[in-house]
Nanobody, 126 residues
Framework: QVQLVESGGGLVQAGGSLRLSCAASGRTFSMYGMGWFRQAPGKEREFVAAISWSGSNIYYADSVKGRFTIAKDNAKNTVYLQMNSLKPEDTAVYYC???????????????????WGQGTQVTVSS
């Protein structure tokens, strides 16, 4: 059974930093791409960042480019999201997800991901 467990969320002032972690089990994650998404109250879930199965390809939403960094440690089955220069508009529940098919390129599309974590709340105060 595939499980994804996020951690690292919290309350931070604007301009601050947080590092989210997503620990995965139940699948050989070195073969799968991973993604981070977020959902703010009253809004649809949106793409934040994705990393390919090998870690060699990475893609960011324009809204976080230059501030967020995604990384994948295949030995630890863990994906990270380092978030710097946080803004109030980054406030949301953040979810990690795993691609449903191994050895594919990265995707920004929710439907490409078949397992999701429970989410971790990130709140940025102004």
């Amino acid at each position: 059974q595939v499980q994804l467990v996020e951690s690292g969320g919290g309350l931070v002032q604007a301009g601050g930093s947080l590092r989210l972690s997503c620990a995965a089990s139940g699948r050989t994650f070195s073969m799968y791409g991973m993604g981070w998404f977020r959902q703010a109250p009253g809004k649809e879930r949106e793409f934040v960042a994705a990393i390919s199965w090998s870690g060699s390809n990475i893609y960011y939403a324009d809204s976080v480019k230059g501030r967020f960094t995604i990384a994948k440690d295949n030995a630890k089955n863990t994906v990270y999201l380092q978030m710097n220069s946080l803004k109030p508009e980054d406030t949301a529940v953040y979810y990690c997800a795993v691609d449903k098919t191994p050895f594919l390129g990265i995707s920004t599309v929710l439907a490409r991901y078949d397992y999701w974590g429970q989410g971790t709340q990130v709140t940025v105060s102004s």
